[in-house]
């Protein structure tokens, strides 16, 4: 199952990983994924950071709270996830909802979801890094 996900990961161009928002960030199923590429950084001859580089990361995410703040902690995983592969971050929609199928009275949420996938991402930064002032 680790091969089959590893050569899906590496064969797609935009990765998109859904998840409730718990405790503030990514579940710990889902936090699984991105912290299984750490190990596969140091494996010989995968080069699994160079062929990370320039793809996409995205992100969903359903939350109770109302206040988009409340998911900081999970946008900031995926952000720093694809900063530290030089990955972009298309970013990363949040719908509301507590119970299966309340994210759907979410309209400002299915609204935002019409084009989410669309555009072209920027590269990702650490929250830490500055973006160089436009000239």
């Known amino acids: 199952m680790e091969d089959e996900l590893r050569e ?64 900081e902690g999970l946008v900031t995983t995926l952000t720093h996830s694809a900063a530290c592969r030089g990955m972009r971050l298309g970013g990363v929609l949040i719908g509301n909802g507590s119970k299966p199928g309340d994210v759907r009275q979410d309209t400002a949420a299915l609204e935002r979801a019409r084009t989410f996938l669309a555009g072209e991402a920027p590269l990702a930064r650490f929250s830490y890094e500055r973006v160089p002032a436009a000239a």
């Open 8 to 71: 899906a990961t590496l064969a797609a161009t935009d990765i998109v990983p859904a998840s409730p928002l718990y405790w503030y960030t990514l579940s710990a199923h889902t936090k699984r994924y991105p912290d299984h590429w750490s190990g596969r950084l140091g494996v010989p001859g995968l080069d699994f950071r160079a062929r990370m580089a320039g793809r996409t990361l995205w992100g969903v995410t359903a939350m109770s709270d109302r206040r988009q703040a409340a998911a």
